[in-house]
């Protein structure tokens, strides 16, 4: 195997999730891939072709590759990132699904530049923090404002798409690879107020986003609106109780939950197999994270451990954020769960991810342990 040498526990969770978020798709997506394709294993195909396929092609090469090599293309990279999250705006290249310019068309393919962005925007920033060093990372001028620039750029292209959810993600693992990195935390206290002033001016401006907003802090006002998809999942959640109502028997996913296959697959997953396959999910997430920290903490340089600590934390803040917007701890932001729900372009590029993780432990004992 080609990561014999690298992480087994680390692959052998991902791998669990992966065969875990197919069976959940097929069970989840069968009545919508009935009613929209005719086809009740249609997003479990197309899961599997372009996603799950890829997505284990991408893992190998990435395992194969020394990580020092992603240090070497950073910049461009991040550029070639920028540049696709432009191209989603140019008519005949870009299209636009319900109203979110977010897709790149290639022929028979679509692509979603923004979680290309994420990978990118990790590798651009462990390379750039390991430049700067300790002292500079922690100067206003040569860390502070340059970094705010870096982020800056990226999340102005990705709210113009908008994915506010993207921008959450890509944000919070920014933030805390720079606090990682040794950035001053008076700086990260001014990060985190201006974050919250543009997000007050994002909410604002669009009223779809205050809604979400409303909906979050009161599910029950408008359940038929706004509120309608929260209540749709925490009704689906607290149906299947402790146990669950048995693999295949949800009643949501007959067209009542938006979206079962994306980013409400959570509540599918509550329902079907209740709190302990609920919980089991979490626990998962939880032994990648601390294999993820685990394999930054004995990195031997400082760009691998970035690195390491950049995609551990991208991956589960992702997850925290959805299932924590399917049971009502946080807005509804639309972001898939890593690994299981439904999405080619996003699992290709978490199993890179994951694949970089892997030939960074290859340097370490953490594989032995």
């Known amino acids: 195997m080609p990561f014999k040498n690298g992480d087994k526990i680390l692959f052998t969770i991902v791998m669990i999730l992966l065969v875990f978020g197919l069976i959940m798709i097929s069970s989840a997506g069968v009545i919508y891939s009935q009613t929209r394709f005719a086809d009740g294993y249609f997003f479990f195909k197309r899961q599997l072709i372009y996603g799950v396929l890829p997505g284990l092609l991408a893992l190998y090469v990435c395992s194969k590759i020394n990580y020092h090599f992603w240090k070497k293309i950073a910049v461009i990279f991040f550029f070639v990132s920028v540049i696709f999250l432009v191209l989603v705006f140019v008519p005949e290249i870009g299209t636009k699904i319900y109203g979110a310019s977010r897709w790149i068309q290639l022929g028979p393919l679509s692509f979603q530049p923004s979680e290309m962005a994420k990978l990118a925007m990790i590798i651009y920033l462990a390379a750039w923090l390991e430049s700067r060093g300790t002292h500079r990372i922690k100067d206003f001028f040569e860390g502070f404002l340059p970094f705010l620039g870096i982020m800056g750029l990226m999340g102005f292209l990705i709210m113009k798409q908008p994915d506010t959810g993207t921008l959450g993600v890509i944000v919070l693992t920014s933030i805390a690879l720079f606090f990682v990195a040794g950035a001053s935390f008076r ?20 009223p779809y986003r205050f809604n979400r907003i409303l909906a979050f802090l009161d599910p029950k006002a408008d359940p038929q609106g706004i509120g309608y998809q929260i209540n749709q999942a925490l009704l689906a959640v607290g149906t299947g109780g402790i146990f669950g109502v048995g693999f295949g028997q949800s009643r949501q996913k007959f067209n009542y939950l938006p979206e079962p296959v994306g980013d409400s697959i959570f509540a599918i997953i509550g329902e079907e197999l209740g709190m302990i396959g609920a919980a089991a999910l979490v626990i998962l997430f939880v032994m990648l994270a601390m294999r993820g920290i685990k394999i930054a903490k004995n990195s031997p340089d400082v760009f691998g451990k970035l690195l390491a600590a950049g995609i551990t934390m991208w991956i589960v803040f992702q997850a925290f954020i959805n299932i924590s917007a399917n049971i009502a701890l946080v807005p509804l932001t639309g972001i898939p769960l890593p690994f299981v729900s439904y999405g080619g372009t996003s699992l290709v590029f978490l199993m890179s991810g994951i694949g970089i993780l892997l030939n960074i432990s290859k340097h370490t004992n953490i594989s032995r342990n």
């Not at 543009?198 to 604002?204: E, G, S």
């Open 187 to 206: 700086h990260i206290l001014a990060i985190g107020g201006l974050g919250a002033f543009f997000l007050w001016i994002l909410v604002k401006i669009e």
